[in-house]
């Protein structure tokens, strides 16, 4: 339902009253901070509380992991990993997150041996998306290849089929709604949204954007999908069009939620969530004032960024090749429609030409936001703000032209399944 704040307040209550086991409920309070409130302190606080009253406590130490990874902190992530697996050893979960953490790898390293193992003893698809990370990372391209067309058919038996061409009706329906005169662009505090394909470079900018003084990171916050969900739609399904009535309530709600995630009133927030794309008419409705940024990046280094990083069950078309390359096409079209009829609202940005000229191009891109360059953007893998995506790792390190062309280590295999395809400069 969204009511985090009485789901802590309850929880608190119950472990006054002297809770058995209260280790369970401090762990759901730190989850609540960290993963729905943003508050990293407050979460530190209740893990530590939790590993007090019980040591070994394996969620806690996972957790805790987990947070020092969001925080970008490699050595306390490494130890409460290592921590975690020995707690639960015949959990693969904790270790494959510990290799991913790990700055240096070597073939013959026991925690990778140990992860291989895992092979032909696990179902979890997780534990193949890993195993390809670590063998690319190795150097061993043939058997990250592998693991990841092990992973993809694991991960594909949990989702609901997916058929391309209804969806595809559905998103071309998208750009028929119109969309409400915008706001002026000076408004100061007008809210930008980050959106567009996954793996495009989205944390990435959100990241360079909350290193300026003006901007605000919220992350991929739940409030967008929980109010697509009520209105019908869902992450990769456009809800029906609503009244200018509920619009403007649906406004007013987001800037309540604000509000409660302590996004203070002199800032400019980013929505960094890249499946709102699907959903940019509904949210412009609610919001004349807002601002998107839609991501992109050559196709083939999304489409295999894609395949190697495990999505929600609804982007069914995440596990075959030659679907995720038929959703680019369609954010392509999405991105084209918007883009040339409201560029005073729309920006298409380019992961090749930030890592070509990061300060040109991202002056440019603050001057079309209203707000000065500085100089600290370019330090946004400083900063010590949570990351809760798949890049966390990529966007604690500076920018470096290294970032592309990474499809070209797996060029013979992608060929082999969509042929001359992968020539070509568009999906």
Same mark, same amino acid.
């Given at each position: ?5 009485d789901?802590?307040? %309850?929880?608190?209550r119950?472990?006054?009253?002297? #809770? ?8 759901? &309070? ?6 729905r #409130? !943003?508050d ?9 509380r939790a590993?007090?009253?019980?040591? !070994?406590?394996y ?6 992991a987990?947070l020092?990874?969001?925080l @970008? ?7 409460y990993?290592?921590?975690a697996?020995?707690a639960?050893?015949a ?16 073939n013959? /390293? ?20 890993a ?6 990372r190795? !150097?061993n391209?043939? $058997?990250?290849?592998? %693991?990841?067309q ?5 991960d ?8 391309? @061409? ?6 071309q ?7 409400p ?5 000076? /408004? ?19 990241? *360079?954007l ?9 992350g991929e916050?739940e409030?967008?999908? =929980?109010?697509i ?15 200018a009535?509920?619009?403007?309530v649906?406004?007013?709600?987001f800037?309540a939620?604000?509000?409660?995630r !302590? ?13 709102n &794309?699907?959903h ?5 409705a609610?919001?004349p004032? $807002? =601002? ?8 083939r280094?999304?489409?295999?960024s894609?395949? $190697? ?7 069914g078309? $995440?596990?075959?090749? +030659?679907?995720?390359?038929?959703? *680019? ?5 999405? +991105?084209d429609?918007?883009c /040339? ?13 930030? #890592? %070509? ?5 991202? =002056?440019? *891109? ?8 500085e100089?600290?953007? *370019?330090s ?18 500076p ?29």
């Amino acid at each position: 339902m969204g009511k985090f704040t009485d789901a802590i307040a %309850a929880y608190e209550r119950a472990i006054s009253l002297g #809770l058995t086991g209260p280790e369970e409920a401090m762990v759901n &309070i730190s989850s609540l901070y960290s993963e729905r #409130l !943003g508050d990293a302190a407050l979460a530190l606080t209740w893990l530590e509380r939790a590993l007090a009253a019980n040591a !070994g406590f394996y969620p806690a130490l996972f957790n805790r992991a987990h947070l020092a990874e969001q925080l @970008g902190d490699r050595e306390t992530a490494v130890d409460y990993f290592i921590r975690a697996s020995r707690a639960k050893p015949a959990d693969p979960l904790a270790l494959t997150r510990l290799v991913e953490a790990m700055p240096e790898l070597r073939n013959d /390293d026991p925690y990778v041996a140990q992860l291989r193992r895992f092979w032909g003893a696990s179902p979890d698809p997780d534990v193949f998306y890993a195993l390809a990370k670590v063998e690319e990372r190795l !150097g061993n391209t043939d $058997a990250a290849w592998r %693991a990841l067309q092990k992973a993809n058919e694991r991960d594909a038996q949990g989702h609901p089929p997916w058929v391309d @061409g209804q969806m595809r009706v559905r998103y071309q329906e998208l750009l028929t709604r119109p969309l409400p005169t915008p706001h002026q662009v000076s /408004d100061r505090n007008a809210p930008v949204f980050i959106v567009g394909m996954f793996r495009t470079g989205s944390t990435l900018l959100e990241q *360079l954007l909350a290193a300026h003084s003006r901007f605000f990171p919220l992350g991929e916050s739940e409030f967008w999908p =929980r109010a697509i969900a009520r209105a019908g739609g869902s992450m990769i399904g456009p809800a029906p069009a609503i009244d200018a009535t509920d619009a403007s309530v649906l406004g007013k709600d987001f800037y309540a939620h604000l509000l409660e995630r !302590g996004v203070p009133s002199d800032y400019r927030v980013t929505d960094k969530r890249p499946d709102n &794309i699907y959903h940019l008419p509904l949210i412009a409705a609610a919001l004349p004032e $807002a =601002r998107f940024i839609i991501t992109e990046r050559d196709w083939r280094d999304t489409l295999l960024s894609v395949w $190697a990083t495990r999505l929600h069950p609804q982007h069914g078309y $995440a596990t075959k090749l +030659a679907d995720i390359r038929a959703q *680019l096409q369609s954010c392509r079209n999405l +991105a084209d429609t918007w883009c /040339d009829q409201h560029s005073e609202r729309f920006y298409r940005f380019s992961y090749e030409a930030l #890592l %070509a000229n990061p300060e040109a191009y991202m =002056r440019q *891109l603050l001057s079309w936001l209203g707000e000065p360059w500085e100089a600290n953007c *370019l330090s946004f893998h400083q900063l010590q703000n949570p990351v809760r995506t798949a890049s966390v790792w990529q966007v604690r390190e500076p920018l470096t032209l290294t970032r592309q062309q990474r499809w070209r280590r797996y060029e013979t295999h992608l060929r082999n399944v969509l042929g001359s395809a992968i020539d070509e400069e568009a999906p």
